[in-house]
């Protein structure tokens, strides 16, 4: 399916994003790294977080580095990636961050974030062409809404469309990597 590059094929992937089957959650977030939208690194950033399977998390972190997205909230979710106790994890954080942003601050968190707080800083400079934000608070526009223990084999995740980057709440929190679920193993 990823490599049809039809808007049929991206619809089945978003729905085996969710499949029982971790090897389908797997492929599926690969092939929609590679076919996807830039709004697709939402469903992505969800699956990194509350995903029970390492490889389903790690899949969806390459996924996000095809994808590219420049989406603030989806980096801050990748940084909080490299603080996970799962070296895998942290490493394939780092790789999509590389990729993302073409630069190379190194392995620690600390310098990518200071990144991210400049970049935040120029899009607040900048004059947006976007509507007004909504009133719906900044929690609930984070890609990873729920991080709490998610113990079932395939986890609930929307498809709903990210919210406009520009109307983000730029002071928000990025949501703790490190609290999601220890990875479970195949």
């Known amino acids: 399916l990823g490599e049809l590059r039809r808007p049929i094929a991206r619809e089945a992937l978003i729905k085996a994003v969710s499949d029982p089957e971790g090897l389908v959650r797997t492929q599926a977030c690969r092939a929609l790294g590679k076919v996807g939208r830039p709004e697709d690194a939402t469903i992505l950033s969800r699956v990194m977080i509350v ?19 420049q989406d603030l909230r989806i980096l801050e979710v990748l ?47 900048t004059p947006s062409t976007a509507p007004a934000a909504s009133t719906t608070p900044a ?37 703790a990597a490190t609290s999601a679920p220890a990875p479970g193993r195949r």
């Open 139 to 175: 929690a609930s526009t984070t890609p990873a809404a729920s991080t709490t223990s998610n113990t079932s084999k395939s986890p609930a995740i929307s498809s709903a469309p990210p919210a406009d980057a520009s109307t983000t709440s730029v002071g928000s929190t990025p949501p």
């Open 51 to 69: 995903d029970t399977l390492e490889d389903c998390r790690i899949a969806a972190i390459e996924g996000l580095g095809e994808l590219k997205s």
């Open 79 to 125: 940084v909080a990636g490299m603080e996970n106790d799962d070296p895998a994890i942290r490493l394939a954080s780092l790789e999509s961050l590389r990729a993302i942003t073409r630069e190379d601050l190194g392995v620690e968190p600390g310098p990518w974030r200071k990144h991210l707080q400049k970049l935040v800083a120029s899009k607040s400079n």
